[in-house]
């Protein structure tokens, strides 16, 4: 029953993401035609180019097929199910919104303009794909490109996506011969980049905070006291005095950062304190390890 109700969260959650990720396409870019990257910007490009009689939906279902077989080809089975869901669903998607729906008729975009267009359209596709992002789903599109290429040659996939983005983007000058659009396609992929950081990981934000005192005891026992976050006592040896210390070292939220810097504050004003953020925390009080 619990694996039930997982497997049915997991894709109402999945196919919300690619709903909104389609509709930001749909309503706001390819009517101002303005191209982010992806396949879906490689697939509006070839629409008002070279096809305007194929769907944007058909294209990206034949182009992510294409890439899928590819994958397949040459790193195995390394895409699941839930690559395929992802390529169907967005591609059907695009069909509601263009094809049944007409969502472009909804919305005059004129009225946004094309910056607020991008904007829009970018913080669309950046909460569908993080969305998507945090139930495991994905739409494989140049992903697999990338990890082709990373696995023959010493390139990272974030560097050859980002690439591969700005080539879709720039091609995007013979769709409407403007190059302010091909610079607000620039403006949808840093929007976009931000607003999936910000949906993965905005809530979660961490910070490492390393304190230097004759008083770490101390105020070790506050921040456990007062705000009920565990903190760790570190032996050391300074390299200059030889002298051994002991390092406080703390892992709280970016919600209690400030109450523990206060809390340094009024027990020793003379602290060396380090604040790093972390890409992650896990265990207890912080995130569930997954695999």
């Known amino acids: 029953m619990k694996n039930t109700k997982k497997f049915i969260w997991k894709y109402t959650i999945f196919a919300v993401a690619l709903l909104i990720y389609t509709f930001a396409w749909s309503a706001f870019l390819l009517p101002s035609k303005i191209i982010g990257g992806g396949v879906s910007g490689l697939s509006g490009i070839l629409n008002f180019v070279v096809c305007p009689m194929i769907p944007v939906g058909v294209l990206n279902f034949v182009f992510n097929g294409i890439l899928l077989c590819i994958g397949f080809k040459f790193l195995g089975s390394k895409f699941g199910g839930d690559t395929i869901v992802g390529i ?41 794909i993080g969305l998507s992002f ?8 140049t992903d697999i490109i990338a990890l082709i290429i990373s696995k023959f040659y010493n390139i990272s996939p974030g560097k050859v996506i980002m690439f591969i983005d700005i080539v879709i983007i720039g091609s995007s000058y013979f769709v409407s011969h403007k190059i302010e659009n091909v610079v607000f396609g620039y403006i949808v992929m840093v929007t976009l ?7 993965l990981d905005g809530n979660k934000q961490s910070y490492q905070i390393m304190v230097f005192s004759g008083k770490t005891a101390e105020i070790g026992d506050a921040v456990i006291r007062q705000i009920g976050r565990g903190a760790t006592l570190l032996d050391a040896t300074g390299c200059y005095t030889h002298t051994a210390q002991q390092v406080l070292m703390i892992i709280a939220h970016k919600t209690d950062k400030a109450r523990i810097m206060g809390i340094i504050k009024s027990i020793d004003e003379k602290a060396f304190v380090s604040v790093a953020k972390v890409q992650g925390v896990y265990g207890k009080n912080f995130d569930e390890l997954k695999k």
Not at 134 to 141: D, I, L, P, R
Not at 193 to 199: A, E, K, Q, S
């Open 88 to 128: 169907v669903l967005s591609s059907l998607f695009f069909i509601l919104w263009q094809q049944v729906l007409h969502v472009e008729n909804l919305f005059d975009v004129s009225l946004f303009g094309p910056f607020m267009c991008a904007l829009i359209g970018g913080a669309l596709c950046g909460v569908g």
């Open 134 to 141: 945090s139930v495991g789903g994905n739409t494989g599109g």
């Open 193 to 199: 980049t931000y607003v999936l950081d910000f949906v």
